[in-house]
């Protein structure tokens, strides 16, 4: 379908530009010799976002030319990716990659399903839209473990706020009381608002946590760097539409710059040295690209005359280095790549967030689905592309507990505790009335995510074959650790907790199976057929400068060579205790500062 502007001119006879802002063949820009190239603003779990933000703020600069390459299709006119309700039916389409995880031990050898958008934005395309921040220990962790106050809190938090456009949620609401708006920006890029439709049990949620108090106890507004209790959701949401990295970053004033370039439906298959930089150190400046899905077609060149900047996110950054040869030199010579660059940590230190679904059946004769009315979906999409209201801009949940174990937990006499400070959640808890289980009716659903997972538990990145366009071996390291049965355990009954307040009495709930058990030998079963994953970070990660652990120092360049920068969610040295994508613009915003200063 023909973007709305160039439609527009054909019917009009008005005049069109001599170039389109994204195309689909590097011969379709004019000659140019490009200071940056961009690899991915594309790719989930969170890459192409940083490519997004860093293209934008480099072509600040009307001296930088910058080409960001994209193996996905442009955003654009993709209904599934606009309406916010429709974002599962991205899955297992040409928009997501499909891969999957490695058979995982400890969940019975269970093959994982792995989000890996295929799409301009990336994870800010496809994913969930939850808006959160994670604590400011978990920031402060990072900046202790890079030895870089640049990543602490108080450093970062300015650049939380240069990514978000507080908006009001597209309903007639007083907002008042429901969030901190010192805490929030209305002049930043990508729209953040509560939530644009209302659950049916929203006021009870409400109920139960003032009655219950303590963990649960109401928190105004948990994206201010002390998230603990419950409290309302926020959303990357504007006008009941999604705003993603594309939306916002790449919007059509930005990509009019004539030194900026998007080429999407190509994938990069490595990066190459271009000679040296200082003494001893490769360059790796030059990229190889080719034609998505025609692995039979031709492969391009392209050199960067400063950075090659990696935004292909947890999965495609360190397979790109990788391809490159650039990893542990063992393991590149066992899969046929001659090693450049003996980096051994490339690929390693995945860490994720394991998530459960536990159901409640109502005991009365109600329900929270009238979608089973079979003509509603019509009227509500019709009343979307009217108005950009009701219930598809609804996600699935408005409210969320962040919750930790008590101090006297016996666990914590054989585990640390793998949270970055007392002020950090190791569990989430958010509930719907619309769950994964595919159950039409009367039910209520609450997701428990470990946002804090033992360190023990990383998984890892490996080459499967020296072919760009293999799936990698993705080995999610899931539940090594007595600590997360521990505490995802404790989820369950955390939960369960929480529907026992009285708020909740009218309802005469009763948990459906498999976790209606309170024996830990039948919840562990339950959570070994049960538990999935999201949020794969960390395979790149940032260590001090002159360390020989690590990917990436402080500044986001890779170790041991020139000409190449990582700025994704693999960088993250430590999980953290939040759905990453706050986190990921907040990085992307900082690394640009970087790079400009680096180049001024």
């Known amino acids: ?133 994670g604590s400011s220990s978990d920031y402060d962790r990072w900046a202790s473990v890079t030895g870089d106050p640049g990543w602490s809190w108080k450093k970062i938090f300015p650049y939380i706020l240069k990514t978000e456009k507080w908006v009001k949620p597209n309903r007639d609401m007083d907002i008042e009381g429901m969030y901190n708006p010192k805490v929030h920006s209305r002049s930043g890029m990508t729209s953040v608002s509560l939530s644009n439709f209302p659950d049916a049990t929203d006021a009870k949620v409400k109920e139960a946590a003032t009655e219950l108090g303590g963990d649960f106890s109401w928190n105004v507004d948990f994206n201010s760097g002390d998230p603990l209790g419950t409290g309302w959701a926020q959303f990357t949401i504007g006008n009941g539409e999604r705003s993603s990295a594309a939306t916002s970053y790449l919007a059509p004033s930005y990509l009019k710059r004539k030194n900026l370039h998007v080429l999407v439906n190509h994938r990069v298959t490595k990066v190459a040295p271009t000679g040296h930089g200082s003494p001893k150190l490769l360059s790796f400046r030059t990229v190889f690209f080719q034609q998505e899905m025609n692995t039979s077609g031709p492969v391009q060149e392209i050199t960067a005359k400063k950075e090659v900047i990696l935004s292909a996110g947890a999965f495609g950054t360190p397979k790109i280095l990788l391809l490159s040869g650039i990893g542990d030199r063992d393991e590149l010579e066992q899969v046929g790549i001659e090693p450049k660059v003996d980096l051994p940590s490339v690929g390693k230190n995945m860490s994720e967030h394991p998530i459960l679904t536990v159901g409640w059946r109502l005991g009365i004769n109600d329900t929270f689905d009238p979608s089973a009315d079979p003509s509603l979906p019509a009227q509500w999409l019709q009343e979307w592309q009217t108005s950009r209201t009701g219930p598809l801009t609804y996600v699935g949940s408005n409210a969320a507990a962040w919750t930790r174990l008590p101090d006297d937990s016996p666990i914590y006499s054989q585990h640390p505790d793998p949270s970055a400070g007392r002020n950090t959640p190791q569990l989430e808890v958010y509930f719907s009335t619309r769950g994964l289980y595919p159950l039409p009716g009367r039910f209520i659903f609450a997701n428990a995510v470990l946002v804090t997972p033992s360190l023990e538990s990383r998984g890892s990145l490996r080459l499967a074959s020296t072919k760009a366009y293999d799936p990698p071996l993705v080995d999610l390291g899931m539940m090594k650790s007595d600590f997360d049965w521990y505490s995802l355990r404790e989820s369950v009954r955390v939960i369960k907790r929480f529907f026992s307040a009285p708020a909740w009495a009218s309802y005469q709930l009763s948990v459906m199976p498999p976790f209606d058990t309170d024996d830990d030998e039948e919840l562990d079963e339950a959570i070994r057929a049960n538990v999935v994953s999201a949020h794969q970070v960390c395979t790149a990660a940032m260590s001090p400068k002159g360390a020989q652990w690590g990917v990436v120092d402080p500044d986001l360049r890779v170790k041991k060579v020139n000409g190449l920068r990582i700025v994704d969610a693999s960088v993250m040295p430590y999980i953290i205790s939040a759905h990453p994508q706050a986190a990921v613009y907040a990085i992307s915003e900082r690394a640009s500062d970087l790079i400009k200063q680096a180049w001024s």
């Open 1 to 133: 379908m023909l973007p709305h502007a160039v439609l527009f001119a054909l019917l009009t006879g008005l005049a069109l530009p001599t170039i389109a802002v994204i195309q689909d063949s590097i011969h379709k820009f004019p000659k140019t010799e490009y200071d940056f190239v961009i690899v991915g603003a594309y790719l989930e779990p969170p890459g192409g976002l940083g490519g997004c933000v860093v293209a934008n703020r480099l072509t600040e600069n009307p001296k930088f030319n910058v080409l960001v390459i994209e193996a996905g299709a442009s955003h654009e006119d993709v209904l599934d990716s606009q309406v916010p309700s429709f974002f599962l039916r991205l899955q297992n389409t040409t928009y997501d990659y499909n891969y999957t995880s490695t058979a995982q031990p400890h969940l019975n050898n269970r093959v994982m399903p792995l989000l890996h958008a295929r799409i301009l934005g990336g994870s800010t395309s496809h994913n969930g839209m939850l808006y959160t921040r």
